[in-house]
């Protein structure tokens, strides 16, 4: 089963938008969000825990991103947009028992990128 991610586009500062992926993974507890931004390592911005509903966040998008599931998919609520949050967004099913959740190298199933342009 392949991670679907969508909900990109382009906007200007301070717009909202609204990322979807899906399906959760039987037997996958981890779902996260990262960014790969034109030259630059892919980078964390958010996570959810679907046994505890615990979530993360990157430091950059703390009080703008929220991260929420329902029964099937994890979403990322993007509001006050900077040109900075211009990347391609990946969601990502982190592998059971890795140590941390932070890191790329610990999600072992991909979704295809959604691309995310922010105008200024």
């Known amino acids: 089963v392949q991670l679907q991610a969508s909900g990109g586009g382009y906007v200007q500062a301070g717009a909202s938008l609204r990322l979807s992926c899906g399906p959760k993974?039987?037997?996958?507890?981890?779902m996260s969000w990262f960014r790969q931004a034109p030259g630059k390592e892919r980078e964390f911005v958010a996570g959810?825990?679907?046994?505890?509903?615990n979530t993360y966040y990157g430091e950059s998008v703390k009080g703008r991103f929220t991260v929420s599931r329902d029964s099937a998919k994890i979403y990322l609520q993007m509001n006050g947009l900077k040109p900075e949050d211009t990347a391609v967004y990946y969601c990502?099913?982190?592998?059971?028992?890795?140590?941390?959740?932070?890191?790329?190298?610990?999600?072992?199933?991909w979704g295809q990128g959604t691309q995310v342009t922010v105008s200024s």
């Open positions: 959810l825990s679907w046994s505890s509903g």
């Open positions: 993974l039987p037997n996958r507890y981890m």
């Open positions: 990502a099913s982190k592998r059971p028992y890795s140590a941390n959740l932070y890191s790329a190298s610990d999600y072992d199933r």
